[in-house]
């Protein structure tokens, strides 16, 4: 895998949703990092494919994550737990004809988890933004990283993903983006 390019980027997010999150044994970390990552790509004009797992029981995504993302985003409902059984979010996924994938949500060894093997086997470049994943219990989020690791995703942390998409300090975003990092 190269580093991340701005250019070749997605952004997906997998059920960022209240009952979910509020659930899951990180979620402040979960909340914080995730807003992070969609205001960076919304900045960098990166592509965000937002999806929800069964939102009349699960509830929707968070409002400011939703907010954040802008009316760019692509936003699909889902009952599988790999989003790419879905065929219009596999569709549009391959749409944007960028083979970067960098993916975090909720739970990480389930939706993540499933979601990242389908994109690994259709041959995208997945990236997993540990520190924006969460599950109910610790070692399943663990072991859910390890899995996708183990499977060819790369694990990284909000900060590598960024600044492996700012490349420098000379980036025309770069100081509205590291405003971001706190």
């Not at 219009?88 to 993540?112: M, N, P, Y």
């Not at 997945?126 to 610790?138: L, N």
Request: proline letters at 2%; a neutral charge.
């Amino acid at each position: 895998m190269t580093i991340l390019n701005e250019k070749s980027s997605q952004l997906f997010i997998i059920d960022i949703q209240e009952k979910l999150l509020n659930a899951s044994f990180n979620k402040e970390l979960i909340e914080k990092k995730a807003l992070i990552m969609v205001k960076a790509a919304e900045i960098l004009g990166i592509p965000i494919t937002i999806t929800e797992q069964y939102p009349k029981g699960l509830g929707n995504t968070l409002p400011e994550l939703k907010e954040a993302a802008g009316v760019r985003a692509a936003f699909f409902e889902k009952t599988s737990f790999s989003a790419l059984e879905n065929p219009s979010i596999a569709s549009a996924v391959d749409k944007l004809s960028r083979k970067q994938v960098v993916i975090f949500g909720i739970e990480t060894h389930i939706c993540v988890n499933q979601t990242a093997s389908a994109l690994l086997s259709k041959g995208y470049e997945v990236s997993v933004i540990s520190d924006a994943c969460g599950s109910r219990k610790e070692c399943e989020h663990n072991a859910g990283l390890e899995r996708m690791k183990e499977n060819g995703a790369h694990i990284l942390t909000t900060e590598i993903a960024i600044f492996e998409w700012l490349k420098g300090a000379r980036h025309i975003n770069f100081k509205e983006v590291q405003s971001l990092i706190k």
